[in-house]
């Protein structure tokens, strides 16, 4: 039973067009959400957060919006640069119920950047 | 700092050999993480740490697997016997226990692939 899930295994996108990776989740008990990225032969390296009393984050090009009453988040990241393409996984965890060290991520987007 | 280090970065073995991946966390981290990664199951955590004593290990596929950390600056994930199946790139990852919400940003190595023949 898959809890967070990226339903777009792979996306494609302009360079300098709008990137929008989807997540969704299951469990009510997350309240912290994360997004990662992964370039080949890395590890993932932590990107953008959001926590639940928030509905928007924004770090430079990149915006996670959250909305939980449809318990979907997205990460926007505009404008889509070549060095941008790598896997991007969503992770989540509930913070507020002491159990913050287990993030349950999801299986990740490719995302492809065309100069 | 250097990050957390991981090795081998690459593994080739033959079903029944023992495997063993090792892991050196950020120094000052008191929370480490395994996590598998397979095409089929995504990143999956496997077992975590906090202070060195093992707080869940419920996603341990099997008894063929297990995982100490005999210290606050190093980890060893073993696999006896190893079996195809357990092909995979491994990960080790840490975190601070700041009382943050930052404290869920881990920070993962570099991961070691294993390939079972």
């Known amino acids: 039973d898959q809890q967070v899930k990226q339903n777009s295994p792979s996306l494609s996108v302009q360079e300098g067009r709008i990137s929008i990776l989807n997540c969704d989740y299951t469990n009510s008990m997350f309240d912290y959400f994360l997004w990662y990225k992964k370039y080949p032969a890395e590890g993932p390296t932590f990107l953008i957060s959001i926590s639940s009393i928030k509905d928007k984050n924004e770090d430079g090009r990149f915006t996670v919006f959250l909305n939980k009453s449809a318990k979907h988040l997205s990460l926007h990241i505009v404008p889509s640069q070549p060095g941008d393409s790598a896997v991007y996984f969503c992770?989540?965890?509930?913070?507020?119920?002491?159990?913050?060290?287990?993030?349950?991520f999801g299986s990740g987007t490719q995302l492809t950047v065309l100069p | 700092d250097a990050g957390v280090i991981q090795s081998p970065r690459h593994e080739v073995t033959e079903m029944g050999q023992e495997v063993t991946l090792r892991c050196k966390p950020i120094s000052g981290h008191d929370y480490l993480f395994w996590y598998r990664q397979t095409m089929m199951r995504g990143l999956e955590l496997l077992i975590y740490?906090?202070?060195?004593?093992?707080?869940?290990d419920s996603g341990m596929p099997e008894d063929r697997f297990s995982a100490k950390m005999p210290n606050a600056s190093f980890s060893t994930l073993k696999i006896q016997p190893s079996e195809p199946r357990d092909s995979a790139v491994y990960f080790c990852?840490?975190?601070?226990?700041?009382?943050?919400?930052?404290?869920?940003?881990?920070?993962f190595g570099a991961g070691s692939r294993l390939t079972v023949l």
């Open positions: 740490f906090n202070n060195n004593v093992p707080i869940d």
């Open positions: 992770a989540a965890s509930p913070f507020s119920s002491g159990s913050a060290r287990q993030l349950t």
């Open positions: 990852a840490s975190s601070s226990s700041s009382g943050s919400e930052r404290a869920n940003v881990l920070t």
